[in-house]
């Protein structure tokens, strides 16, 4: 527990800790009122005994005041830390006993030969490091021939020295088997409430120097068994600034350090550059006047994943007004329905459809259209061998029934950089479909990823735990490369196909259709074919476009504001899904020579 926590604890029961702290007080409305902190009648000291400041006290005669805490060390006339202890005893807090942890046993060092900084050491300190008399005294830094002495004192006790040589910093020793210990705590006035942690002596003193009594770790960043001796020491410390060096190893020093501290009371402060330490700022001339701003801007090191909702607010406005070249994902292939289902990064879309209605095909017609948009992807279709899955994919990229040779060649040409196939005919480990799909987007740039289907992905039906792991992997997959997956999966046979499925008919866990973010349902609609073969046997006239042949229904859209039914119709020469009855299928690779057949947008 840091001092404010303990703190708000007192502030809890304000009334009767003051009446214990100051009993010759008087409550004036919602104040408890005293002479001053040595307790005698009067009403210049007023505490806040209610509401949000409960525990808040000022002495305006004397012009000091804080929390309970600091009221119980004035009062008492002890230190933040021995003021903490009290507190803790009288709240009944108590530290937690680790069964099987044994203290280590350390030796106390005998007081170094030294004496007070002169001469070479004192010009050192003062000429080369820039560091003021004042600050050298209040660190009780002294000399030992041509070395700087650096005493670590705690409680007024010898804990451990430091010696540096002013000619060699290599030459550097530290006494050994002394508990590990900050240095500096015989800078710190005993009612601090903040302290600057830094990674060298001298920054400490400079510190000090630059208006903020710092300590310094032992060992350098990377050495952190100080803090198991030092956790209680620090609790009376509500903020901690952090101040390591600006490299790889002072950037993981601060991250450890204010995990195990308590993130939500560590500040890392930046040194700008060409600055390195706070003894490079003594060095430059800096004063407290120049060093606030970087105590002000001081940060917070938040998870990776908390982020400010202020720093969304170009992503924001993008989502109202998308620029000409936003990165918003692919459109489907029919103009009718581009302000209404959108494919964008960091999603998965789940494609429901009945076996025999053409999931597959339109799965391989949405991807066709977005490569043709300028998206790179990677299809894993395990029930289909790859020639079979392509030769699909080909007439509908041709917009013919039968292509050319030359033709096909130019299509697959068109392929190239734009298309890869996971060869993986029956089933194929999910885990390995995973690791596949993030070495094509690392190598090759693929953001868009379609798995047909789930049942060939080596789970079994009744595997619901194992179902939801696999769907949660693609949602983290999606998200962490910026990429789109399209999921096909069966739907649980019903009655009939007469009528489309829902969202609650796809065949595995329920938790599929929850954590995905669009679900689509894949529909075609038989009643219309059989109404067509009886017109044929007839030889009536038969309205195409009366009804559509397949319907694409949006059961979900987590991103968007719409779920809608887009109406298809089916071009059964090049195997496109049209928006309309009189639109024709669209030529997506040009070749010269060829036999295009019917050329148009898809409506």
């Known amino acids: 527990m840091k001092a404010a926590d303990i703190a708000q604890r007192l502030a809890a029961d304000a009334e009767a800790i003051v009446q214990m702290l100051l009993p010759n007080g008087k409550r004036q409305g919602q104040e408890w009122c005293v002479g001053s902190t040595q307790g005698e009648a009067g009403e210049s000291l007023k505490v806040r005994l209610t509401g949000p400041k409960a525990g808040v006290w000022r002495d305006f005669a004397a012009d000091q005041g804080g929390d309970l805490l600091d009221l119980w060390a004035a009062v008492r006339g002890l230190s933040i830390g021995e003021a903490i202890q009290e507190a803790k005893a009288h709240l009944g807090i108590r530290e937690p006993n680790f069964e099987g942890h044994r203290e280590k046993s350390f030796r106390r060092p005998e007081k170094p030969r030294c004496a007070k900084p002169t001469g070479p050491v004192l010009d050192w300190l003062m000429d080369e490091r820039g560091l003021s008399l004042e600050a050298i005294n209040a660190y009780r830094l002294a000399e030992k021939g041509r070395e700087v ?31 590990p210990c900050l240095f500096g705590w015989q800078a710190i006035p005993p009612n601090a409430r903040e302290v600057v942690i830094c990674e060298g002596e001298l920054d400490a003193v400079a510190w000090f120097q630059l208006g903020h009594p710092a300590l310094s770790v032992p060992n350098g960043a990377q050495g952190h068994t100080w803090i198991e001796y030092e956790f209680e020491h620090l609790e ?40 390195k330490d706070a003894n490079d700022l003594v060095k430059s001339h800096f004063d407290a006047l120049r060093i606030k701003p970087l105590f002000d801007k001081a940060r917070t090191l938040d998870p990776e994943e908390l982020k400010p909702a202020a720093g969304f607010v170009d992503e924001v406005v993008a989502e109202f007004y998308p620029p000409d070249d936003c990165d918003c994902g692919f459109n489907t292939p029919w103009s009718k329905a581009h302000s209404l289902l959108r494919f964008r990064p960091g999603e998965v879309t789940l494609l429901g459809g009945v076996n025999g209605h053409g999931k597959s095909e339109g799965a391989g017609h949405l991807t066709l259209d977005a490569i043709w948009q300028g998206e790179k ?6 029930e289909f061998k790859p020639r079979r899955w392509l030769m699909r994919l080909t007439r509908q990229a041709s917009g013919l029934a039968e292509p050319s ?39 090759y740039g693929v953001r868009l990823f379609v798995i047909d289907n789930l049942a060939k992905c080596g789970i079994a039906e009744d595997d619901y735990n194992r179902q939801k792991a696999f769907v949660d992997q693609l949602t983290d997959f999606a998200k962490e490369h910026d990429s789109h997956v399209i999921l096909v999966a069966h739907m649980r046979k019903g009655q009939d196909e007469n009528r489309p ?11 599929l259709t929850d ?19 009886k017109a044929e046997a007839e030889n009536a006239q038969f309205d195409e476009s009366a009804e559509p042949d397949t319907m694409l229904i949006c059961e979900k859209q987590r991103n968007g504001e719409h779920e809608p039914r887009i109406a298809l119709w089916f071009d059964r020469e090049s195997h496109q899904f049209l928006g309309s009855a009189r639109a024709t299928p669209k030529p997506y690779v040009e070749f010269e020579g060829a036999v295009m057949g019917r050329r148009a947008v898809n409506g």
């Open 377 to 382: 992807a990677c299809i894993a279709s395990m």
């Open 405 to 443: 040779i030359p033709f096909i060649r130019a299509i697959h040409e068109w392929y190239q950089d734009k298309l890869w196939v996971f060869d993986a005919v029956g089933h194929a480990k999910a885990d390995r479909i995973v690791d596949v799909f993030g070495y094509a987007r690392r190598r």
């Open 501 to 511: 499925s829902g969202k609650m008919d796809v065949k595995g866990t329920g938790a």
């Open 236 to 275: 009376r410390f509500d903020t901690i600034f952090i101040s390591f060096d600006n490299d790889e190893p002072g950037r993981k020093g601060v991250a450890e350090v204010i995990d195990r501290l308590g993130r939500e009371r560590c500040r890392v402060i930046e040194i700008p550059d060409p600055w």
């Open 515 to 533: 954590m995905v973010d669009t679900v689509l349902v894949w529909w075609r609609n038989k009643p219309k074919e059989e109404k067509r073969r």
């Open 149 to 179: 002495v650096f005493p670590y004192l705690r409680d007024g006790q010898l804990v451990s020295a430091k010696y540096r040589s002013i000619d060699d910093k290599k030459r550097m020793r530290i006494e050994k088997d002394c508990e």
